[in-house]
């Protein structure tokens, strides 16, 4: 009998689709068969971890349900770290980080969505790593050790690091195909029908207008500064 134990860390503010696209994926990990072997796993948890069991407010005021806190979550073989704005607050939070270094110890998979790659650069991750991170935010990676690649999804050794949100989702199927299999994969991309076709070509700003870009800069540039302040004392990492 194989377990697969997988972790989604939560806290206040998070963006709930860094945190939903991949759980949606992984969660079903364990559930459609292989399209030539029986499922690879006997038993799949997915943990929604918090410091407490209460509900977590994320940044656009969904409230989300923990299943087990930082105490009583098992040893994980993979742990998720979503962003949002939220960050600022889970970067200063000691038990927050510990959690995740303790975690990370012993996991197989350490991966984060977004700006949950300043969650585990602060935890002392992500130093000499190839990493990516919400395109926002990418400069600010050299202060937790990192360096920033160009990419969707960036694998260094067991760090697993997603872009921007949406990301999320496509990150969820490298994971799957990498513990699972493809066909497992492309089994659960056609249960949940992804097959993204934008009306809008500009999910990046090597697309976007520069009005656009020139926008969501301004919109960011509060939880810039934030999340700046927040790893300034990790910037000799």
Not at 6 to 32: A, C, H, K, N, W
Not at 57 to 66: A, E, F, I, Q, S
Request: with cysteine; hydrophobic share 40%; proline share 6%.
């Amino acid at each position: 009998m194989t377990e697969f134990n997988s972790g989604f860390v939560i806290f206040p503010d998070i963006t709930q689709l860094d945190f939903t696209g991949p759980f949606e994926v992984l969660s079903r990990l364990g559930t459609p068969p292989s399209l030539s072997t029986p499922s690879r796993f006997s038993i799949v948890h997915t943990h929604v971890v918090a410091k407490t069991m209460e509900p977590v407010l994320t940044d656009r005021g969904l409230r989300v349900l923990p299943t087990c806190t930082f105490e009583t979550c098992p040893p994980l073989d993979l742990i998720c770290v979503p962003g949002g704005g939220g960050v600022v607050g889970a970067i200063a939070d000691a038990e927050t980080l510990a959690f995740v270094r303790r975690q990370a110890e012993r996991a197989k998979y350490v991966t984060s969505v977004c700006t949950g790659a300043f969650v585990l650069g602060a935890a002392g991750l992500l130093k000499g790593r190839r990493v990516t991170t919400h395109w926002a935010y990418t400069d600010l990676l050299p202060l937790v050790g990192a360096t920033h690649e160009k990419a969707r999804i960036v694998r260094d050794g067991d760090i697993f690091t997603a872009g921007g949100v949406t990301s999320g989702i496509d990150f969820g199927f490298r994971i799957v195909a990498e513990i699972a299999g493809a066909d497992v994969a492309e089994a659960i991309q056609l249960a949940i029908e992804y097959d993204p076709a934008p009306p809008f070509d500009t999910g990046h700003p090597d697309k976007a207008s520069e009005a656009a870009t020139a926008f969501m800069l301004g919109r960011n540039e509060n939880a810039r500064v934030g999340v700046r302040e927040g790893l300034r004392r990790f910037s000799a990492i």
